[in-house]
């Protein structure tokens, strides 16, 4: 689990395969760390704790690692595919974007709500596909974290924490502008940017506290409907 001990990648470089390797290699250093933390006796986990071996974060098994295995399978041989990966968690110090006190007027009997904002960038991938297309790909978990007081009906002050977790997926293709381009279907989330030598076809998703199986089935539907756009008979070297 070596390679998740500092909270993941930030820029990697590696061909298609190699992080195809690290899929795999993760996933076998989180199977035999699940085998030893099961076997481990009563003492170890009571009081051991920290010599137990670290199991990879949902956020890497589940999300981000089926969607760099999938675009892997896609991607170029001989090009390096760029992955930067934050698996440290969404409520990190450094990932508060603000934090303060909300202004009045304030709901009946709230004395105070404080709220601080995070914004998580856990995946920014960055690829070229065997069809020559430029792929990006990135998944950001924005979480409003409030802590709101309040003075119940017998008097007494209460504590209450509510959370609101929105994930914010983007899918960019970048096509050389000699290959036709279909225009997308109306009332589909897909813009196709033609001003340049380049077309940029791009489509965003916003899921409100979804789970990391939902954020890879919206990325890869998002992924299918851009490359859907490109004449299926062209190619980019």
């Known amino acids: 689990m070596r390679s998740l001990d500092g909270g993941g990648w ?24 699940r085998l030893e933390r099961d076997g481990a006796g009563f003492l170890r986990r009571t009081f051991r704790k920290k010599t137990l071996p670290p199991i990879a974060p949902d956020d890497w098994l589940a999300m981000a690692a089926p969607l760099v295995e999938v675009v892997a399978d896609d991607a170029r041989p001989d090009a390096p595919m760029t992955v930067s990966i934050d698996v440290r968690g969404t409520q990190s110090p450094d990932k508060v974007v603000w934090k303060g006190a909300l202004a009045e007027p304030l ?14 960038p856990i995946l920014d991938l960055h690829a070229r596909l065997v069809d020559g297309t430029r792929c990006h790909l990135s998944v950001v978990r924005r979480v409003r974290a409030r802590r709101i007081v309040k003075r119940s009906a017998s008097n ?24 036709p381009i279909h225009d997308p279907p ?48 062209t190619t980019t070297r």
């Open 10 to 33: 930030q820029g990697g470089q590696l061909s298609p395969a190699e992080w195809r390797g690290v899929v795999r290699e993760v996933a076998e250093a989180n199977r035999l760390a």
């Open 107 to 120: 709901p009946p009997r709230v004395r105070t709500i404080d709220e601080t904002r995070y914004s998580d």
């Open 156 to 179: 007494k002050i209460k504590v209450k924490h509510k959370e609101k977790t929105k994930t914010v997926i983007n899918a960019k293709l970048v096509v050389d502008g000699a290959r």
């Open 186 to 233: 109306a009332g589909v989330p897909v813009t196709v940017d033609r001003s340049g030598a380049q077309v940029r076809i791009s489509s965003r998703a916003t899921l409100t506290d979804a789970r990391p199986e939902q954020v890879v089935e919206v990325a890869l539907g998002l992924l299918v409907g851009v490359h859907g756009l490109i004449d299926a008979g």
